[in-house]
C-alpha cells in the first residue's frame, strides 16, 4: 500500500472533491498540488478530473437544496467554517449576471463552489449547464494549482534544491490558509 498507492490518493481525490463541494472547507488542490510531487503532473492531472468530476456531483446536491428549500442550504452554508453573510450575498448578486465567469472566478478568490450551486439551484439554472461549467471551473482552478505545483518543483530542482521542494509546499498552503483565515476573520 504505502504513500504511493494511486489507488487510494483517487478514492481520496474523488472523497475531498465532494465533501469541499458540500460541506468541508479545506480544498482539495491540497491533495492534489502534493499527488504532483509524488507522482508527476500525469497522475495529478487524472486525479484532478476525478475531484472535479465528485465537485459536480457534490455541486449537483448542494443545487437541488438550493432549488428546493434555499432557506435551509443557507442556514447549512453560512455553519460551515469561514462563509459568511457577505459570501452568501456576494454570490446571490453574481448569479444574476454572467454566472459562469463568476463561478469560475470564485474558484480563485475565495468564494466556495457550493454557494454558487445552491445559488444556481435557487434561480433554476439549468442543472446540467450548472455541471458542466461547474466541471470546468473546478478542474481549471485544480489545474492551475497543480500546474503552479510543477513549475516551481521544475525551478527548485534546476537550482538544486529539489530536496526543500515538499517544505516549500507545505509552507505555501500554511501562507494561504493563513491569508485566508485572516480575511475571512476580518470581515
Do not use: Q
Amino acid at each position: 500500500m504505502g504513500v504511493r498507492n494511486a489507488a487510494w490518493w483517487g478514492a481520496g481525490a474523488l472523497a475531498w472533491g465532494f465533501a469541499e463541494a458540500t460541506f468541508f472547507f479545506i480544498v482539495p488542490d491540497l491533495l492534489l498540488t502534493a499527488a504532483v510531487l509524488v507522482f508527476g503532473l500525469k497522475t495529478a492531472f487524472r486525479l484532478s478530473l476525478a475531484a472535479a468530476g465528485a465537485a459536480v456531483v457534490g455541486g449537483l446536491l448542494m443545487w437541488l437544496w438550493g432549488a428546493h428549500d434555499l432557506g435551509g442550504a443557507c442556514r447549512f452554508l453560512l455553519s460551515v467554517p469561514l462563509i459568511g453573510p457577505d459570501l452568501t450575498m456576494r454570490v446571490a448578486d453574481e448569479m444574476t449576471g454572467a454566472w459562469p465567469l463568476h463561478l469560475t472566478l470564485g474558484a480563485i478568490t475565495g468564494a466556495p463552489f457550493k454557494i454558487y450551486a445552491a445559488e444556481a439551484g435557487m434561480i433554476g439554472v439549468n442543472p446540467i449547464l450548472f455541471a458542466i461549467v461547474g466541471f470546468v471551473a473546478r478542474l481549471a482552478r485544480f489545474s492551475l494549482a497543480i500546474g503552479l505545483t510543477a513549475l516551481g518543483a521544475a525551478l527548485a530542482k534546476r537550482i538544486g534544491l529539489e530536496r526543500l521542494v515538499p517544505y516549500g509546499l507545505a509552507a505555501c498552503w500554511l501562507a494561504i490558509y493563513a491569508v485566508y483565515v485572516s480575511a475571512r476573520l476580518a470581515v
